[in-house]
Nanobody, 111 residues
């Protein structure tokens, strides 16, 4: 059972990145998936969530209108498209399904 994130990196303010999270070892299609992030010195916070069928999503106020969560159930993968990135988006981004966590991928946004 694992979640593996990818797609992080260094980007300039205003730029875009797409994170991916590949799931294995459980019935991906049955579960809501979430993205969290943790900035240096701060608590981990929920960024976005998507229901099992992809029909419903929700976002933190800080990312609404800039980030989009999606999933491909045929590929057991969830995505986070991040546009108009700001320095305050700098964090380690984690994929989550209930008690299962990925190791995270670092996103750094330079000003």
């Amino acid at each position: 059972v694992q979640l593996v994130e990818s797609g992080g990196g260094l980007v300039q303010s205003g730029g875009s990145l797409r994170l991916s999270c590949a799931a294995s070892g459980f019935t991906f299609t049955s579960y809501t998936m979430r993205w969290y992030r943790q900035a240096p010195g701060k608590e981990r916070e929920l960024v976005a969530a998507i229901t099992s069928g992809g029909g419903s999503t929700n976002y933190a106020d800080s990312v609404k209108g800039r980030f989009t969560i999606s999933r491909d159930n045929a590929k057991n993968t969830v995505y986070l498209q991040m546009n108009s990135l700001k320095p305050e988006d700098t964090a380690v981004y984690y994929c989550n399904c209930n008690l299962i966590w990925g190791k995270g991928t670092l996103v750094t946004v330079s000003s």
